[in-house]
């Protein structure tokens, strides 16, 4: 059997003190997913929090970066460990380098250079009530929502309407990006499709808790089963054929209608994004087959 190591973190792990994450619960419909096929394929699963020592994984081929979902509150530490597991030979997916890029959202202005339609942003080193006055006239909206540059999970991401702008003392504390709310979050909701190796696996519409406009499952979104058209499918994997390095073992590309129903990227997810193994359930399947080819090239 080939050791693959399933990246983890203290907060998705069972019987970690201290507690999981309210969403810990998807790290464990993967964890379920990925087992009977990849021993099928000659492959052991092992989950390990990303932050043990190097001894941990000794004896492993490649490693997933699975549910590491604290990385953005250590990314040094997070990118060094990747760094010494490369350095060691071990099989990083996705890797340093694609990591590296990724990490902060401005990878989505290359993507733009490279023809890919995005959901209009300004980038700001931070972000005061000028910069939001500012971004409501750029975008001659009523409602702007500001996320972090280097963040994950909605984490810290707000909604500002402009009749309830913050005061003159007012900072949001990160490099942000500002951009206008796109209403088809809460109608038709957000499209994500998975692929493995660069080939569509399977796609899904998640839609925001009633009154939210977050869809991720810990503020309450739900998701269902997509099929996509043969445009849809042709829009999100010419994102990933834009990506400037070999193709991924696996990426996520989230995308939303604009009011004049064009697709928009909202995010490019190839670290260690949630791969819905649910609506998928080939997913399971399809990664174990990529990994063994993978490991047979080596």
Not at 137 to 149: E, I, P
Not at 184 to 196: P, R, Y
Request: hydrophobic share 45%; with cysteine; aromatic share 8%.
């Amino acid at each position: 059997m080939t050791t693959i190591g399933f990246l983890a973190c203290e907060t998705t792990l069972p019987g970690k003190g201290g507690g999981r994450r309210g969403d810990a619960f998807e790290h464990d419909l993967m964890i379920a997913a990925l087992n009977a096929p990849f021993r099928a394929a000659g492959l052991e699963l092992r989950v390990i929090d990303w932050e043990a020592a190097l001894s941990e994984f000794e004896d492993v081929s490649l490693v997933m970066l699975g549910t590491a979902w604290n990385y953005q509150d250590k990314a040094e530490a997070f990118l060094s460990k990747l760094d010494a597991l490369e350095d060691r030979g071990v099989t990083v997916c996705n890797s340093a380098q694609i990591v590296r890029w990724n990490a902060t959202k401005t990878y989505l202005r290359e993507l733009e250079e490279c023809g890919a339609a995005t959901v209009p942003t300004l980038w700001q080193r931070d972000v005061g009530q000028a910069e939001l006055l500012e971004a409501f006239h750029h975008f001659g909206c009523d409602k702007l929502v500001v996320k972090r540059q280097v963040g994950a999970g909605a984490l810290d991401q707000v909604m500002i309407t402009r009749d309830a702008v913050p005061g003159e003392d007012w900072t949001y504390g990160h490099p942000a990006m500002l951009q206008p709310f796109l209403p088809a979050i809460a109608t038709s909701g957000e499209l994500s499709f998975i692929f493995v190796e660069g080939e569509l696996s399977h796609a899904l519409r998640k839609l925001p808790a009633s009154g939210d406009y977050r869809i991720q499952s810990l503020y309450g979104g739900t998701e269902c089963v997509h099929q996509p058209s043969s445009d849809e499918a042709e829009a999100a994997s010419a994102i990933v054929a834009a990506l400037p390095f070999d193709t991924p073992l696996y990426a996520r590309i989230d995308m939303l209608r604009s009011e004049s129903g064009q697709l928009l990227v909202m995010e490019a997810e190839l670290i260690e994004p949630y791969l819905y193994p649910q609506q998928g359930p080939q997913l399971g399947r399809r990664l174990a087959s990529a990994i063994s080819k993978r490991i047979s090239a080596l």
